[in-house]
């Protein structure tokens, strides 16, 4: 048995190549979680392995090389790029002589410290406690100590299951706390449906830009800053487009390999998403690495029951890519993607006249129109020349139905 160490902000990070690809991408991203947790990432370790090792999960001389960097620099944590074994994050420690955190220990670290409201408070706790519920074992010397003699007897319980117990009724606490929550959002949910208006959700990559793109159409003032997870409590706001009302919807952002833990224990908050009417899929354009992080969100909405919601790509931060504000269409002529800059303001009118056109197909429970009607000019025309393609016409039968559609709850 080991006294574990304590926490440091003097940083070395670790990443290993496992075949999983983009892995200067995947680097750059542990530095920048690293920074938002608050540590100073004072050098980097890199290597290749076909598997994990069982017990280390680096090799013996990576071991040795790692505590090398730890010493020159006076560094006094590791953080590993991957999920580490409870055991393996033991033996780590016991060689390095420093606290290990790995990928999912550091992004729980982040929600800790982001999370403002009540729920989001509950819910990262959850999270936080689902994850050490796996690490108690034999991980501080004071576990198993037994004593007898009188004035010193016990329940009957070594620390250990002591520990156990008063977790697993904290857990319990929580649940029952987040579905008591979970079921005020049920209502508000029926109350929306009951008054027909549009639930739209914006959803993508950590730091892609949600909360610019939420404050530049709603005129509100949350949070937003170039850091990752800057928002982690949904806010939702009214916003009008000509064709009636809608709820717009900030949500978490979402990373690869994101926590079960996290995932469950934000069950609730993810679910506001399944149950959106569209989604706003904002993609960050001037990343290189925007499909990965594209199948990444996908995989996400996937896993929490949102994979079936339509959606529109919106490619955000074109003013990085000097590209043009514009909209896509696929071969049905349905909006695909809107290509914008939340934070310059360029292409939110197409945004917004795609909203409306939403909005009119949801109202009259409709399939969605495959595109808002422009004129000459690239501007909205919400009254179009019934000869364009776009506008069914009444003398022309019902109107073509191309693929899979939107259909509106």
Same mark, same amino acid.
């Given at each position: 048995? !080991?006294?574990?160490?304590?926490?440091?902000?003097?940083?070395?990070?670790?990443?290993?190549?496992?075949?999983?690809?983009? @892995?200067?991408?995947?680097?750059?991203?542990?530095?920048?979680?690293?920074?938002?947790?608050?540590?100073t990432v004072e050098g980097v370790v890199r290597?290749?392995?076909?598997?994990?090792?069982? *017990?280390l999960f680096a090799g013996r001389g990576k071991?040795?090389?790692?505590?090398?960097?730890?010493?020159?620099?006076?560094?006094?944590?590791?953080? !590993?790029? /991957?999920?580490?074994?409870?055991?393996?994050?033991?033996?780590?420690?016991?060689?390095?002589?420093?606290?290990?955190?790995?990928?999912?220990?550091?992004?729980?670290?982040? !929600?800790?410290?982001?999370?403002? $409201?009540?729920?989001?408070?509950?819910?990262?706790?959850?999270?936080?406690?689902? /994850?050490?519920?796996?690490?108690?074992?034999?991980? %501080?010397?004071?576990?198993? &100590?037994?004593?007898?003699?009188?004035?010193?007897?016990?329940?009957?319980?070594?620390?250990?299951?002591?520990?156990?117990?008063?977790?697993?009724? &904290?857990?319990?606490?929580?649940?029952?706390?987040?579905?008591?929550?979970?079921?005020?959002?049920? +209502?508000?949910?029926?109350?929306?449906?009951?008054?027909? #208006?549009?639930?739209?959700?914006?959803?993508?990559? +950590?730091? =892609?830009?949600?909360?610019?793109?939420?404050?530049?159409?709603?005129? =509100?003032?949350v949070y937003a800053a170039d850091q990752l997870?800057? +928002?982690?409590?949904?806010?939702?706001?009214?916003? !009008? @487009?000509?064709?009636?009302?809608?709820?717009?919807?900030?949500?978490?952002?979402?990373?690869?390999?994101?926590?079960?833990?996290?995932?469950?224990?934000?069950?609730?908050?993810?679910?506001? +998403?399944?149950?959106?009417?569209?989604?706003? /899929?904002?993609?960050? =354009?001037?990343?290189?690495?925007?499909?990965?992080?594209?199948?990444? #969100?996908? =995989?996400?909405?996937?896993?929490?029951?949102?994979?079936?919601?339509?959606?529109?790509?919106? %490619?955000?931060?074109?003013?990085?890519?000097?590209?043009?504000?514009?909209?896509?269409?696929?071969?049905?002529?349905?909006?695909?993607? @809107?290509?914008?800059? *939340?934070? *310059?303001?360029?292409?939110?009118?197409?945004? &917004?006249?795609?909203?409306?056109?939403?909005?009119?197909?949801?109202?009259?429970?409709?399939?969605?129109?495959?595109?808002?009607?422009?004129?000459?000019?690239?501007?909205?025309?919400?009254?179009?020349?019934?000869?364009?393609?776009?506008?069914?016409?009444?003398?022309?039968?019902?109107?073509?139905?191309?693929? $899979? /559609?939107?259909? %509106?709850?």
């Amino acid at each position: 048995m !080991f006294e574990r160490p304590g926490g440091g902000e003097r940083a070395v990070v670790v990443q290993f190549d496992l075949g999983q690809g983009a @892995v200067d991408e995947r680097l750059a991203e542990l530095k920048l979680l690293a920074s938002s947790a608050g540590a100073t990432v004072e050098g980097v370790v890199r290597g290749r392995r076909a598997a994990p090792d069982p *017990a280390l999960f680096a090799g013996r001389g990576k071991v040795e090389e790692i505590g090398e960097i730890l010493r020159a620099q006076a560094a006094d944590l590791v953080i !590993f790029n /991957h999920a580490l074994s409870p055991a393996q994050q033991r033996n780590l420690e016991k060689s390095l002589e420093c606290r290990v955190v790995d990928r999912s220990a550091l992004i729980l670290d982040i !929600f800790a410290q982001r999370a403002k $409201s009540h729920e989001g408070k509950l819910q990262v706790e959850l999270a936080q406690l689902s /994850h050490l519920s796996t690490r108690l074992v034999r991980g %501080w010397t004071h576990l198993e &100590r037994q004593k007898g003699g009188i004035g010193l007897r016990g329940p009957g319980e070594t620390q250990l299951e002591t520990d156990r117990r008063l977790l697993g009724n &904290r857990v319990k606490l929580l649940k029952a706390r987040l579905a008591r929550l979970e079921k005020q959002r049920s +209502t508000r949910r029926r109350a929306r449906a009951r008054r027909d #208006v549009l639930s739209v959700s914006l959803v993508g990559y +950590t730091n =892609a830009g949600k909360s610019t793109l939420f404050n530049a159409l709603t005129k =509100a003032d949350v949070y937003a800053a170039d850091q990752l997870f800057a +928002t982690l409590d949904t806010t939702s706001r009214r916003l !009008f @487009v000509g064709g009636g009302n809608v709820v717009i919807s900030d949500t978490v952002g979402f990373i690869r390999d994101l926590p079960h833990a996290l995932v469950a224990a934000f069950h609730a908050t993810l679910e506001e +998403t399944a149950h959106a009417d569209l989604l706003l /899929h904002v993609v960050d =354009a001037a990343s290189e690495d925007r499909e990965a992080q594209i199948a990444a #969100v996908n =995989a996400v909405l996937g896993e929490i029951g949102a994979a079936e919601v339509p959606q529109i790509q919106v %490619w955000n931060k074109i003013d990085l890519t000097h590209a043009d504000a514009a909209i896509a269409r696929d071969a049905c002529d349905r909006i695909e993607r @809107v290509f914008l800059s *939340a934070r *310059a303001g360029d292409g939110l009118d197409l945004l &917004r006249a795609a909203l409306e056109v939403s909005v009119q197909a949801a109202s009259a429970r409709e399939v969605v129109p495959v595109a808002p009607v422009l004129d000459a000019d690239g501007a909205f025309a919400p009254d179009g020349d019934p000869g364009d393609p776009l506008v069914p016409n009444p003398d022309s039968g019902p109107a073509r139905v191309c693929g $899979s /559609h939107f259909s %509106w709850r």
